[in-house]
C-alpha cells in the first residue's frame, strides 16, 4: 500500500468529508469538479481503499475515511501551524539568535536587547560569554550567528566590523596613593607591582605589546584568568592593572580608582564578526540593524 498522501489530497479529502458534495467541494478547493474527483482518486488509489461511498444523492465517509478523518485533520493542522512558524522566522519574528561575545563586551549588549526585545518579543536571545579565540571558533563553525569581541587576526573566513573603541584605563587600590591622580603613563607600570590578565585573553596580547612598544621589561607579579578576580586582587592592594574601560562594568569597583592612561593612549576596537559566506537569520539581521544604530 502506497500511503504517502500530500497534504494537497489531505485538504481536499476533509473538504469534501466536510460538504458531503463534490460540486460544492470543488468550488471551495477553487478547481473543476472534474478535477477535484480525480484528486479524491488519487488519495484512494494510494491507499487501495475507497474512502467515499458515492451514489447519486449522496456521499458519505466509509469506515476507512472515518479513521483517516481524525488523522487529516491532525496533520493538515499541524502543517499550516509549521507554515505559519516558518513565515515568522523568515519575517525575523520568531527564532533564536545565538551570540558568542568578550565578557566584557556583552556590557554593550543589554540595552539593544531591552530595545529589540520590544519589537520582537517572540525571539530568543542566548549569550555566550567566550575568550576572543572561542568566539572566533563558534561563529566559524556556525554555532553562534555572530560574535561581538576584538579582532580575530587574518581570519579568510570570518569577516570583522568594528563598531566601537574601547580605551585602556589604569585600576588601583583606593588606598593607594596613585588613585589620587587622574591620569598617569604607561610608564608608572615599571615601578609597581603588576596584575595581569591570563594568557589567552584578548588583552593580555595588546599589553604586552604596549610593553615591547615602550621597551618596558615588565613581568607580572601576579595573573588571573577571571577579569573580576584582576580587579578584586587589585582592590586588595596586590597591585595595580591596565584594562579596557569595558571591563569595569564585570568588577566590583567600590575598592577601586579608575584613572585615564596616557602616552600612549590604548584602544582596542571591538566589533560585530560573522562568518563569511553564510547568510544571517532575518531576527539576526534586525538585531544588528538595532546594535548599530545604538
Known amino acids: 500500500m502506497r500511503s504517502t498522501l500530500t497534504v494537497h489530497e489531505l485538504e481536499a479529502f476533509l473538504l469534501l468529508?466536510?460538504?458531503c458534495n463534490f460540486h460544492r467541494a470543488a468550488e471551495r478547493?477553487?478547481?473543476s469538479q472534474p478535477a477535484f474527483s480525480r484528486t479524491i482518486q488519487s488519495a484512494e488509489q494510494k491507499l487501495v481503499t475507497r474512502l467515499f461511498d458515492r451514489n447519486t444523492r449522496q456521499v458519505g465517509l466509509t469506515r476507512a475515511g472515518e479513521e483517516l478523518l481524525p488523522i487529516a485533520r491532525r496533520i493538515v493542522a499541524e502543517?499550516?501551524?509549521s507554515l505559519s512558524d516558518l513565515s515568522?522566522?523568515?519575517a525575523g519574528r520568531k527564532g533564536l539568535i545565538t551570540i558568542a561575545c568578550l565578557p566584557s563586551a556583552a556590557a554593550l549588549l543589554p540595552e539593544t536587547m531591552f530595545k529589540?526585545?520590544?519589537s520582537y518579543p517572540r525571539v530568543t536571545i542566548s549569550l555566550v560569554p567566550l575568550s576572543n579565540e572561542f568566539v572566533r571558533e563558534m561563529v566559524f563553525d556556525g554555532r553562534a550567528?555572530?560574535?561581538i569581541s576584538v579582532a580575530p587576526g587574518p581570519q579568510g573566513q570570518v569577516v570583522f566590523e568594528p563598531f566601537t573603541r574601547d580605551d585602556f584605563v589604569l585600576i588601583c587600590s583606593r588606598k593607594d596613593p596613585l588613585g589620587r591622580r587622574r591620569q598617569v603613563d604607561w610608564n608608572v607600570l615599571?615601578?609597581?607591582p603588576i596584575v595581569a590578565s591570563g594568557s589567552a585573553s584578548s588583552i593580555r596580547p595588546i599589553v604586552?605589546?604596549?610593553?615591547?612598544d615602550l621597551g618596558l621589561s615588565i613581568q607580572p607579579k601576579y595573573e588571573a584568568t577571571n577579569i573580576s578576580v584582576v580587579g578584586a586582587m587589585v582592590s586588595a592592594g596586590l597591585g595595580i592593572a591596565p584594562i579596557p574601560r569595558l571591563a569595569l562594568r564585570l568588577m566590583d569597583s567600590t575598592g577601586l580608582a579608575v584613572l585615564k592612561l596616557g602616552r600612549p593612549v590604548v584602544y582596542r576596537d571591538i566589533g560585530i564578526l560573522t562568518r563569511s559566506g553564510r547568510s544571517l537569520s532575518a531576527a539576526a539581521t534586525k538585531f544588528l540593524d538595532t546594535l548599530r544604530m545604538q
Open 208 to 212: 604586552d605589546q604596549v610593553y615591547a
Open 29 to 31: 478547493f477553487h478547481v
Open 116 to 118: 529589540f526585545e520590544q
Open 88 to 90: 515568522e522566522f523568515v
Open 17 to 19: 468529508a466536510e460538504t
Open 79 to 81: 502543517f499550516h501551524d
Open 190 to 192: 615599571a615601578e609597581r
Open 145 to 147: 550567528d555572530f560574535g
